[in-house]
């Protein structure tokens, strides 16, 4: 869940590259020149005005990859305090959420031993179907 409307695309490619970087002490990563290849695939599932959720693909496998590519995006995840400004993440506080608003729905992968192709699936979890269903429901009336 993406903080604020990401325009009128269905889908967006981030390409940019990731390097470990500081700010205030705490390290973090950043999209960098210098940094190693990193592509995120958002595609639009749903549009709720103060939210957007997306299914984010990543194409590479870099720490904190989704987070700082929709943070490069202008949309940070909802929820997250260590790459959102915080008045991007009031409006969905307001409504709530409590923790970082990503979840790994599936996970695709070569089982070690055997080579099968392995796909785990994981149910979304209970606090943020409820943030969901708040936002369907729009604003209170």
């Known amino acids: 869940l993406l903080c604020g409307d990401l325009e009128a695309t269905s889908e967006v490619l981030v390409d940019q590259p990731l390097a ?9 990563m950043a999209v960098r020149a210098d940094g190693k290849p990193a592509r995120t695939r958002f595609r639009v599932l749903r549009r709720f005005g103060p939210a957007t959720l997306v299914e984010a693909i990543p194409e590479s496998g870099r720490t904190h990859q989704i987070r700082v ?29 409590r923790r970082l608003s990503l979840h790994a729905a599936s996970l695709r992968l070569r089982h070690p031993a055997n080579g099968r192709e392995l796909h785990i699936e994981a149910p979304l979890a ?9 936002l369907e429901a729009g604003p209170a009336r």
């Not at 997250?80 to 307001?94: G, S, T, V």
């Not at 209970?126 to 708040?134: I, N, S």
């Open 20 to 28: 470990r970087a500081s700010a205030g002490g705490e390290r973090i």
């Open 69 to 97: 590519h929709a943070r490069h995006l202008g949309h940070p995840l909802a929820g997250d305090r260590k790459y959102a400004p915080r008045e991007a993440l009031a409006p969905l506080k307001e409504l709530g959420l």
């Open 126 to 134: 209970e606090d943020l179907q409820a943030l969901l269903d708040r």
